[in-house]
């Protein structure tokens, strides 16, 4: 499936799991709520897959070189910091898309973010302690991010224009406020207390994976188990009936596209805190990967479906993939056609599924 | 005949040029099914939309036992017992039968004693024992409406109108996109309403369903009102012909 020469290329297996990979996959109990069936084989397949990739990538590294891919903590530590920022802004992304709408200024705001971040940290370290610059970074890099995102929601909602066209213009409006504030170079950032949460660890885990990890289990509980997450839902399927029902559809829609902001705003935070420099840049190749995250991740881009788990999956899935191919020595280029043929087979999969054993279609 | 659930008096409406209603008078009982009948054009949806607060009336009143109203959405509309289904339903195909009953008025809990989180037993309870009362029992709760057959969805728009206990239930061409047992099945959920004493206004282009539930049946002709007959005391042929006129 990367179109590798070498057999068994990783997630050739894809189409039928054996019975030790389903073992590896992680259970399908995903705390109280109840999923559709569907849903669940959605999110079950996108986790069976990474596991079945994981298989790959160890068969492939155990026969190329002797060696061990997946019990090798530096690889296991690598990936999930790597996974980081792409997911922050997938997990964000989800939450649009089963909104039936998309954001493709994501990856800019959080350039934007990152910048922002990384002047401010400078400017108040002049004059307060390291920890409390920070803390003020933290806040500008999430305040600068949710003045593109309440643009967005405005447009989408109250304006009605296509969340296609309207986060298209927002994508430049931030490309080039981003760039004009660091002056088009990077934004290099001395500051002790931002490099210790970028490269520290709390037994053995670093903090940015704890931070995003505590934050997307709070997005999870967000889209699972509150009415906000409910409406998210029965909008993507049919935006009259939402109405119809009551809610305050143009509500949702703009706080949906703050929210999605307010995730690129933290993951261009914490991407200025990895590399102690903000780039205007810095998310500009993560935009797609987000939108692949949530397709790999079970999700319909006709909105209406999709789940934070399964898009953390997919998030997974293009990180394992990237980082698994320069670890076997792959030149970097079969990571963009891999991706893609991932993208490709998840959505062929899901479509097929529906026709399937998706029940009948009414009317 | 109990005092009126419902009564429309000398409603008139207007878009623009357009006469869509004139001077159209109609009344509804607890436990009384109207059908409403017409040609194509002939104002019927216009006359319920007037009545579920899309749109407001030229002239003419809307009462609601006894007391006039003037409804600026049908949210306030409902608000006073009024439930429209619309023909294409108006539920989220992807929630199951439950989210849709509650679907802007969910039910919330605590988890761990703090937590607020959506009460999903609750909404499945609720929307079993909601089916159960229109005689539809469900055991796949959790299914998406995706999964039902056309008349088992007419079921849950119903059901929603039901559990929020609507006194008047409005709509429009029930049955039109329906196979011949699901139409019974609609037709013997608007029996269960008139039973449990609810109001029904129900549009229908075919007789054999005004005939075989209503209690009485309005014809509107272009807009004006060509007759109401009580259903034990006409004939499909003296419909048609109030229908078509001459
Ligand atoms: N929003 C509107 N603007 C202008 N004219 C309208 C509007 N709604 C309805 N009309 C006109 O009012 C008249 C009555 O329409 P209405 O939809 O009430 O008919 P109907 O009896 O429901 O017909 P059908 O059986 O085809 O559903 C028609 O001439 C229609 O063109
Ligand atoms: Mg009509």
């Known amino acids: 499936m990367t179109s590798s020469p070498q057999p068994p290329a990783p997630g050739s297996s894809g189409s039928g799991p054996s019975a030790d990979q389903i073992a590896i996959a992680p259970p399908a109990d995903h705390g109280a709520g109840k999923l559709s069936l569907l849903q669940q084989i959605a999110l079950l397949r996108a986790w069976l897959f990474l596991a079945a990739l994981i298989l790959g990538f160890e068969i492939w590294a155990r026969a190329d070189f002797g060696g061990t891919f997946l019990f090798n903590p530096f690889n296991v530590q690598s990936i999930a910091i790597f996974a980081v920022v792409p997911l922050l802004l997938a997990a964000g992304q989800t939450f649009v898309i089963i909104s039936a709408g998309i954001d493709l200024s994501l990856g800019f705001i959080m350039g934007l973010a990152a910048v922002v971040a990384a002047h401010t940290v400078n400017w108040a370290g002049g004059f307060m302690s390291p920890p409390m610059a920070v803390v003020m970074g933290v806040c500008a890099a999430i305040a600068v991010a949710t003045i593109p995102g309440l643009i967005n929601g405005l447009l989408v909602a109250r304006l009605k224009v296509p969340p296609f066209i309207g986060t298209l213009g927002m994508f430049g409006v931030c490309r080039g406020a981003a760039f004009l504030l660091a002056n088009g170079t990077t934004v290099p950032v001395r500051n002790s207390a931002l490099s210790a949460i970028g490269n520290g660890r709390f037994m053995n885990v670093p903090y940015i994976v704890i931070i995003a990890v505590v934050f997307v289990l709070i997005l999870h509980y967000l889209l699972s188990q509150t009415r906000f997450g409910q409406h998210n839902y029965a909008i993507g399927a049919n935006e009259q009936a939402a109405r119809r029902a009551g809610i305050d559809v143009k509500g949702h829609l703009t706080k949906l596209y703050v929210l999605s902001a307010v995730c690129a705003g933290l993951a261009g935070f914490l991407y200025t805190a990895r590399f102690s420099a903000g780039a205007a840049q810095a998310g500009e190749p993560l935009l797609l990967d987000s939108v692949a995250a949530v397709v790999i991740g079970g999700a319909s881009l006709f909105g209406g479906s999709g789940t934070i788990l399964g898009t953390v999956a997919g998030a997974l899935v293009i990180a394992v993939i990237q980082y698994g191919l320069v670890f076997l020595n792959v030149k970097p280029f079969w990571q963009f056609i891999s991706v893609g043929v991932v993208i490709i087979i998840s959505v062929l999969i899901d479509q097929a599924q529906r026709n399937y054993g998706g029940g009948r279609q009414s009317e | ?246």
């Open chain 2, 1 to 246: 005949m109990s005092e009126p659930l419902l009564e429309v008096r000398h409603l008139s409406k207007n878009f623009g040029a357009v006469q869509a209603l004139q001077d159209v008078s109609l009344a509804v009982a607890p436990g009384e099914v109207v059908a409403l009948a017409g040609d194509n054009g002939a104002g019927k949806t216009t006359l319920i939309k007037a009545i579920s607060g899309v749109y407001r009336p030229s002239s003419g009143e809307i009462l609601l036992k006894g007391q006039p109203v003037d409804f600026g959405s049908p949210q306030e509309a409902r608000e006073q017992g009024i439930e429209t289904i619309y023909q294409d339903l108006a539920l989220a195909d992807n929630l199951s039968i439950g989210a849709n009953i509650f679907l802007g008025r969910e039910p919330m809990r605590r988890a761990f004693g703090f937590l607020p989180v959506l009460d999903r037993r609750k909404m499945a309870e609720a929307a079993k024992e909601t089916m159960a009362l229109l005689d539809f029992h469900v055991n796949r709760m959790e299914a998406p409406v995706s999964n039902f057959s056309g008349g088992q969805r007419q079921a849950v728009a119903i059901g929603r109108a039901v559990y929020w206990n609507a006194q008047i239930l409005i709509m429009d061409e029930p049955t039109a996109a329906l196979g011949v047992p699901e139409q019974r099945k609609v037709i013997s959920l608007i029996h269960q309403l008139k039973a449990q004493g609810r109001g029904v206004i129900f549009i229908s282009h075919n007789l054999q369903d005004i005939f075989a539930v209503s209690d009485r049946i309005v014809v509107l002709r272009r807009g004006v009102a060509a007759g109401e007959r009580r259903i034990a005391e006409t004939t499909h042929d003296e419909v048609v012909k109030l229908m078509v006129g001459g």
